[in-house]
């Protein structure tokens, strides 16, 4: 039976891809001070953007996400954020006014809870591009989202860095409305993984140039626990994209088999 989200997504407009950080968040107002308490890395796709903010003190998952987005109004920007999996079990939209500021920073406004004190409060984040070093010329600089039919396990691949996502909870057994409104409330079993590509560990010369099997992904972090009674789901992506791999494409092969290939930009293409 098609998953609801299997249309929606397919309607949505292409953007171009990117890699963006978060270099600050205020509470409050007036806010107070920017800090940063968390390590965020959020890759781009076509349609679909995952999002992973790992405290920089505890070490574990602050937020972890996989949405799509749309803008309500144009002037100012005013960006819906739709959550398909979230580790604090968030599933009503959340929106944020988008400012560009002199510095290409976007400053974004609006309201949200703040999970320190469990009230709404309003909010300044700053956000900030990375830019793409992913090698060129050897086909490594490709964009990909891999999921399940069910929308709950994904990977992602945006120039040169990778991200595992995947929601872990059990489907309820139940279909009762106590049973639905517990599972909605239930902060999710989640699981994350990043990687950035390595380059060849061996010199490298003009005679000797790099090759692309000689790139290697390095995991950067890893938090929850895969069970296992299941395969890793929290495996990079090939560095070689497989020629088969289009949009729609169902994987018969390793740790992805029975993924669909939801979004795919091969290098020279975005």
Known sequence: ?????????????????????????????????????????????????????INKTAGDIDWAMVVWSEYLEKNPPKKQFHHIIDSRGQTDPDCGVMHTLPNETVLETGEMTNPATGTV?????????????????????????????????????????AVAIADQSPPSSSSSAGAAAAAKSAVPDFAVATFELSPPTSSTTPSNPPTPSSYTWH???????????RPDELAPPPVILPESWVEGAVVD???WKGWLVEDVVREGAW
């Open 219 to 229: 995991q950067k972090v890893r938090r929850g626990i895969t069970p296992a009674s």
């Open 121 to 161: 409060q309003y909010y300044e984040e700053l956000w900030h591009d990375i830019d793409n070093t992913c090698p060129k010329g050897l086909g490594l600089d490709y964009v990909l989202v891999l999921r399940t039919p069910d929308w709950k396990r994904f990977v992602f691949k945006t120039g040169q860095y």
């Open 1 to 53: 039976m098609p998953h609801p989200l299997d249309a929606t997504v397919a309607a949505l407009p292409r953007t171009k891809p990117y890699i963006n950080t978060r270099r600050g968040i205020a509470w409050g107002n007036p806010p107070a001070p920017f800090s940063e308490p968390c390590d965020v890395l959020i890759l781009h796709g076509s349609k679909l953007a995952a999002d992973v903010r």
């Open 253 to 255: 092969e390793g740790e």
